[in-house]
């Protein structure tokens, strides 16, 4: 038996005090006093017989009590020299062993050496020892408890496959840190299989082994190295007689010292070659391979731009998805007796651009139909009455079901021009005209720049909203300030949104013509009208693809690869949680709900399947994931520097192989016999209590 602060025993001095009490001569308890006596002087009468323990198990319940606290604060611990079990407990070891399963372990025969690496360092556990296996790329998961059972830990060893996700050393070695410190065996080890990328370790790391942990490396790097990639591809849109094409533009890179020379690249669409073509590139370089313009085809493409095959083939390919331009429907509603030039500048101005397409309809307010709602993405009450009836009920539900309504005040908005139903779609009730005159103008002071909408204009020289002067404006009564988002410089609101179901409506105090400002005519109109529509129609690009690690949001990319553009998005007519995906190993995955929507998370390089469910599988849209090209670049890291970096200080001989005991404080940590004696002391003072108690009542 060791202690590790054996100055604590010198409490043990304490076990006088039970002995005094139980040895000390006790005066009675009633004193009766004779007055004939009270002169005489008082000879203590001393007894023999009173100056004996009268009740041992008393006396031995707090002695004992004494001892162990002692001994609990000592912090006593078995060593060695005790052999038996501590000795098999100090030769036992904690073992974790770091598989790297980044994509660039695929590099030749790497991930199969890998594989016999973790493989003979099962083989060499010990019927004492534990184990625990972990696969790491970007994170590390642990694929087992610890545990020396061969035949469990060689099959997940089996189970684990290459990922599509970059190497990230430092959250591999926290959770083997996290492991080593739970462990109550004498020797611990970490041993790290890896191609050791330059990548996956910056130096910056906050990553410390505990004190004594051997760490081996097992290097499976190949030198020298070579490796082409396609790294991206750029997808430029054009109509040409009335049809849209595309031509695609890759860009490839080769890492490696040597020439690569003759490099055949392909562009395929849907799965069928459109052309193929070579390129040479020097050592440590990059080309560009650039391909014929293609008509796009009708519905969602898949496209795939491969080139050759070398020692790392996961990299040789790129994948996109190509989908018909999406066309915003804008019916622009004006009223029946709208001046000639009122719609002019905002229908101008929505039909300049190509990204999206806005095609754009305008209609007195008299002559709205119900079939003119049909299909839009858009709709715009500029300067117009509510439509009554069921022209007005069915553009509620337009806007419910996920379209957008974008309401711009003027001279005929008045109160009594918005229905009952259209007061639930404003926020708030229209105010009178405020009249600011020609000299003293308002200007817009406070914009969001954080929204959607003015995010474009927030960097410097990006447009100023401050030269638009203000004549007239029709205030609004909010009920709640959050939807505003633009203020004239008298705080009334400019720019006010309000979500209502799927849908949004924003409301423009002002006219978008020059009756009531001229914001029409200043060089932020254009891209600020464009902003607007997209946000209000939530219009968003189709993503050609996405990168390995992402987290897409189900219900809005459903929606983008399900409608086309023109009308509200499919996806806001139903839960995400109505979507399946089929990853490209053709797992099926359901999406996770988050605070703000559903997610799901991207692992895997290839095309994922998205469909709704109970639809057939032909049905299903695809979605492009491709590597992150940063674990392309195959420069080696020196496993000696990544050693030195999470070695504590003096532990360098154990970092090298050299095996050392364990120190009296680790045998004393990992054994805590303290607690148990403490534990005991507690009891035993409990029941001294309780036997006190009852010799006292029995001696009255």
Not at 5 to 32: Q, Y
Request: net charge neutral.
């Amino acid at each position: 038996m060791n202690f590790l602060a054996p100055l604590f025993l010198a409490g043990l001095a304490a076990l006088a005090v039970p002995i005094f009490i139980h040895l000390i001569n006790r005066e009675r308890k009633e004193i009766t006093e004779f007055p004939s006596l009270m002169f005489l002087q008082r000879i203590p009468y001393r007894s023999v017989r009173r100056q004996k323990i009268r009740n041992w198990l008393l006396f031995l319940i707090r002695c004992l009590a004494v001892i162990l606290l002692a001994a609990a604060f000592a912090r006593p611990f078995l060593g060695k020299r005790f052999g038996g079990a501590a000795g098999a407990l100090d030769s036992a070891r904690e073992v974790v062993v770091l598989l790297d399963r980044s994509y660039s372990m695929g590099y030749g025969d790497q991930w199969s050496r890998a594989k016999d690496a973790a493989s003979s360092v099962i083989g060499g556990i010990g019927a004492n020892d534990k184990l625990t296996l972990v696969a790491f790329a970007e994170t590390p998961t642990a694929l087992n408890e610890a545990s020396a059972d061969q035949g469990s830990l060689r099959a997940s060893l089996d189970a684990v496959k290459l990922s599509s996700r970059t190497t990230k050393y430092a959250p591999a070695l926290k959770l083997a840190t996290k492991i080593l410190e739970e462990s109550e065996l004498a020797r611990r080890e970490v041993v790290l299989i890896s191609d050791f990328h330059k990548v996956g370790w910056d130096g910056h790391e906050e990553v410390v082994l505990p004190p004594g942990t051997q760490l081996t490396n097992v290097d499976l790097s190949s030198t020298p190295t070579s490796n082409v990639a396609v790294t991206t591809v750029e997808l430029h849109r054009a109509i040409e007689a009335g049809r849209e094409r595309v031509t695609a533009k890759a860009r490839l890179t080769n890492t490696g010292d040597k020439p690569a020379s003759g490099i055949s690249v392909a562009l395929s669409l849907n799965d069928r070659e459109i052309e193929r073509k070579t390129i040479s590139l020097a050592g440590n370089s990059a080309g560009t391979v650039t391909f014929a313009s293609v008509a796009l085809p009708a519905g969602l493409t898949r496209g795939v731009v491969s080139a050759g095959a070398d020692a790392l083939p996961q990299d040789n390919r790129f994948n996109f998805v190509l989908a018909p331009e999406q066309a915003l429907s804008v019916l622009i509603i004006e009223p029946s007796d709208a001046r000639s030039s009122q719609s002019l500048y905002l229908s101008r101005a929505l039909s300049i651009g190509d990204r999206p397409l806005i095609r754009t309809a305008v209609k007195r307010s008299g002559a709205v139909t119900f079939g003119d709602l049909s299909g839009r993405s858009l709709v715009v009450l500029n300067d117009a009455p509510f439509p009554a009836g069921d022209v007005g009920r069915r553009l509620k539900t337009f806007v419910e079901q996920g379209g957008g309504l974008l309401v711009i005040l003027g001279q005929n908005s008045t109160p009594s021009s918005f229905s009952t139903v259209a007061a639930d779609l404003l926020p708030g009730p229209v105010g009178p005209v405020v009249d600011r005159g020609t000299e003293r103008s308002a200007t817009l002071t406070s914009l969001e720049y954080a929204h959607p909408i003015f995010e474009l204009f927030s960097g410097p020289r990006s447009g100023d909203f401050a030269a638009a002067r203000y004549y007239r404006y029709r205030p609004l009564q909010l009920t709640s300030a959050a939807g505003v988002l633009a203020r004239y410089d008298d705080g009334a609101a400019a720019l006010v949104e309000k979500p209502l179901g799927a849908g949004k409506v924003v409301v423009m105090t002002s006219t978008a013509d020059l009756f009531w400002n001229d914001l029409a005519v200043q060089p932020v109109f254009l891209p600020f009208i464009h902003q607007v529509a997209r946000y209000t129609a939530s219009y968003a690009d189709v993503r050609p693809w996405f990168t390995a690690g992402q987290v897409m949001e189900v219900g809005r990319t459903a929606g983008q690869l399900a409608g086309n553009g023109t009308g509200p998005s499919p996806a806001r007519t139903g839960d995400a949680a109505d979507y399946v995906i089929e990853s490209p190993s053709g797992e099926t995955i359901r999406p996770t709900a988050a605070d703000d929507g559903y997610l799901v998370e991207l692992e895997e390089q290839g095309f994922y399947a998205l469909r709704r469910v109970g639809d057939a599988r032909g049905a299903a849209k695809a979605i492009a994931v491709n590597l992150d090209m940063a674990e392309s670049d195959l420069s080696r890291l020196d496993p000696q520097e990544l050693v030195a970096a999470v070695t504590p200080t003096g532990s360098n001989a154990r970092a090298a192989g050299v095996v050392t005991p364990p120190t009296p404080e680790e045998q004393e940590r990992r054994q805590t016999l303290w607690w148990y004696l403490l534990v005991g002391a507690l009891l035993l003072l409990g029941a001294e209590t309780i036997l006190s108690n009852r010799l006292s009542r029995a001696a009255r």
